[in-house]
């Protein structure tokens, strides 16, 4: 099963399809659960409305881990409370303890913009900027002090060759960026979120607004990047999930609140899932 | 069938009704700004003359020309923009971006400004010589009649400028703050460029509203028409001009007609000239680095 490959063969691998990842940051963990995320009973609430409750998970540094669940459990809201996006909702309140490598992201000290630039965010519909390609990189990186020319032309270069981009856009940079196709857009904002050299990347459903051809190319790249980044990532296809995530969290929604019912290996729960609505879930019988 | 039949000839006859009240009302416009522009080319286009554009009014304006009244235009419109510009779009930048909707402040800002929008623009001109000519001393001056000018177009330059960022979409503002960009440089490098061409078209039609004032000006820049000598100065306004001339003074129909052209024609350069800036500006801004 390819989540189960080493990651160098994965390299070897990238190279034949035509991906030139850059020498491996992190090692092949997986074997050796290291968490990097450690959710501590998080509890979130739009208002009056709670849309998770005591979830408690931790998420392991290189690895890919997958949540699923059905509409409405609390996945992306999960995710958005890990970089602190919930900042920008009125109303939303937290509960409980997210540390990222050890440090609470919630405390007074804690700077949110270091903590974004840490773990980075791709979203369900690409948003690109409508500026040129060339800018969609550049003023992120500037925003993050990184202002010499030749600096910027060289990550960009960089992170646009790790998405597998570089060939299809290197002579038309200065074109605006909504002029690519649906899944170069996606793999933009997934360079976008590399350039700034995070550890974690947080995805929300990264394919599902692509077409079957586009989100293969964005689901080869998203396993490619196993082992260098962190990955947490939310998606509605079962198959997906079964196919790259190491590990998986499974949601659901019990008294309008999502909870978190079961996380452990991939092959565990898709294979011999502890919980019967786990195991209803993935066979399609609920949800 | 037949009842069929009678349908489809009524939802025929309906459809053709609509469309010629369409196209009606489309020409009823075209008509009105066609008679005007007419009406002003007919009655002043033979007194233009390049002399008329430099030359200072003589005899009440009867003779010589409009070279002072254009300068003094110029300034006053340029004291309001100057004053309106930075204060109206960082308040929408305020009301767009760092205040919820429903809050009290917000709801509180846009409603004086409402009421701003309504006063009629004589009471403006009333307050502008209370405040600026008399209680801050700056008496019948360019500088009072650009304030002025300035309290009269706020509320459209928010307004516009508010709408323009409120219609970027937020998953712009959820991605720049995703990528650890502060609400600062999210709106100077990607929501202002985005907004610009709402933000140009507010500033056209405050510049419309300026430059087409009489009321306000009267009692704050006054009517000497000489060339001014400084933002202290009187000067006469090209819509001022043109009330005087038509209304004061026997004989000075021609000379308000081709005042009245000039009037069009720089409103239609300032338009042209602001459209084209701000593509400009744009395309630099996003295309380019």
Known sequence: ?287 | MLKINAMRWRHFYLDRLVQVFVYLAVLTICAVFLWILIDLLRGGFAHLSWNFLIESPRDAGRAGGIGSILVSTILILLVALGAALPLAWTTAALLAEYVSTTSKFGIVVRYSLQVLAGVPSIVFGLFGNAFFSIYLGLGFSILSGGLTLACMVLPILVSTAEAGLRAVPDSYRLSAAALGMTRAATLIHLLLPIAAPTLAAGLLLGIGRAVAETAALLFTSGYVDRMPGSLLDSGRALALHIFDLSMNVPGGDAPAYASALVLVAMLLCINIFAMKLVQNWQRRRTILE
Not at chain 1, 151 to 178: F, Y
């Open chain 1, 1 to 287: 099963m390819n989540s189960n490959k080493p990651v160098t063969a994965q390299v070897i691998s990238g190279e034949k399809s035509g991906f030139t990842l850059g020498p491996l940051q992190m090692g092949p963990v997986c074997c050796n659960p290291q968490p990097v995320i450690e959710v501590e009973n998080l509890s979130l609430r739009y208002g009056d409305k709670t849309a998770l409750d005591k979830v408690t998970l931790d998420i392991y540094r290189g690895c890919i881990t997958a949540l699923i669940g059905p509409s409405g459990c609390g996945k992306t809201s999960f995710l958005s409370a890990i970089n602190r996006l919930t900042d920008l909702i009125p109303n939303c309140v937290i509960g409980g303890r997210i540390r990222v490598d050890g440090l609470d992201i919630h405390t007074a000290e804690s700077n949110v913009q270091a903590l974004r630039q840490k773990v980075g965010m791709v979203f369900q519909k690409p948003t690109p900027f409508p500026l040129s390609i060339r800018r969609n990189l550049s003023l992120p990186l500037r925003e993050h002090g990184v202002t010499r020319r030749s600096e910027i032309d060289a990550i960009s270069e960089q992170v646009l060759r790790d998405v597998g981009l570089w060939d299809e856009v290197c002579d038309r940079l200065d074109t605006v960026a909504l002029s690519l196709s649906g899944g170069q857009q996606q793999r933009l904002c997934i360079a976008r979120a590399l350039a700034l050299n995070p550890q974690i990347l947080l995805m929300d459903e990264p394919c599902s607004a692509l077409d079957p051809i586009a989100s293969g190319v964005v689901e080869d790249l998203i396993s490619h990047l196993r082992g260098r980044y962190t990955i947490v990532i939310v998606t509605h296809n079962l198959a997906q999930a079964r196919r790259i995530a190491n590990y998986a969290a499974f949601f659901w929604v019990k008294e309008r609140a999502g909870h978190l019912v079961e996380f452990g290996r991939c092959q565990h729960i898709f294979e011999s899932p502890t919980h019967q609505l786990t195991a209803a879930y993935i066979s399609g019988a609920r949800g």
